[in-house]
């Protein structure tokens, strides 16, 4: 005959005594799990991304990029010290805890089976894009303080593929999070009101100090890189105010005039030694006109001298602008092309200094002071001008 003191018996966690059969996992150690398991997935698709693009072909690794997503940000791969190993931190540590919030939220709402598990990965996914959004808040403000406007260019061209990435990710990564750890959970719904809020607010936490740091990563790397040096030497090989190449002879009438055109360089972001950025050619003139080109680039060190990458021609990293086609541009209304290049130089370094910005070849140049880390040789893909949408 059975004790009282045999009788199985259970924890307010939901875990059993040791005279209980069967034992059941215990609530906070599943939840733990959980966490942990997110976390680590983030580091191990970053980890996996990276081998890739260092040992497959560029066409390759182009190809299979939306294939490894990752959550870890750009700017960790080239920012200054100490803000890589920051948002690392903040983004491993951040999702562990939406994560373990997900898992407790799925053992409140479900008991067990597959809806649990499908509860679970919904919440990995949306931990995810969480952790993305708040990035890309920081990015966002730093673009209308350096550009003004409301940022829906940035938010067009980064945000959103960056949270698509964030969706891939938890889908694919939440996915085996939720099949390793979802049988860990405990059938019971541990009293965890006090362990959730906890989690909650230092995820909440951790998603400001994201925000602040996404922008504070940006602003410092430009200091650093930006400083100028202690004596300016004359410059002995500058770039050529206009390219030496004339535009084709048979531009169409209604074409832009170089000097209707505002020129302008932004919305850089990198990872694993890939870099991109835009520019862009504002019509500024009150009557519409006609682009048909591809913008023209020349660079120029911190002493003026030109520094030469190989330009080739080429789709944009996004797929725009591989053919060079005629473009109506109302007053106001901008065309962009994409650069996108492998970066060969050492972490930090930024031979070039000056950007000198052209419609086309032969169009007068405009000198813009931009960082950047191409050296000569370094192959530079550039696409050719496509329409921007109008922001609403």
Known sequence: ????????????????????????PSGRRGVAVVGVGAALAVLLAALVRDVVRRAAPWDVATTLDGAIPTLLPAVAGYAVPPHPAVLVTLVTVGTGLLGALAALVAVRVVRQGVVRALVLWAGLVLAAVCMVGAFEVGQVVLEIERFGGRGGAHVRMFTLPALGAAVRWGVLWGGLVTALTVRRLPERAPRAGRAAGVLGALALVMLVLLAGASRAASISTAAEVAQPPVAVATPTDPPAVRASVAPPATVDPGSCAEESLTMAIGGFDAASGLRVATVTATNASALPCTLEARPDLAFADAEGNEVRPDLLAGAGWSGEGAEVVPLALAPGQSAAAELQWRADAPGGVFDVQEVWLAPWAGALRTVL???????????LMVSAWFAVPEQG
């Open 1 to 24: 005959m059975t004790s009282a003191q045999e009788a199985p018996t259970t924890t307010p966690d939901g875990e059993h005594t040791p005279g209980a059969t069967p034992r059941r």
């Open 369 to 379: 002071p931009e960082p950047m880390d191409l050296r000569d040789g370094t192959e």
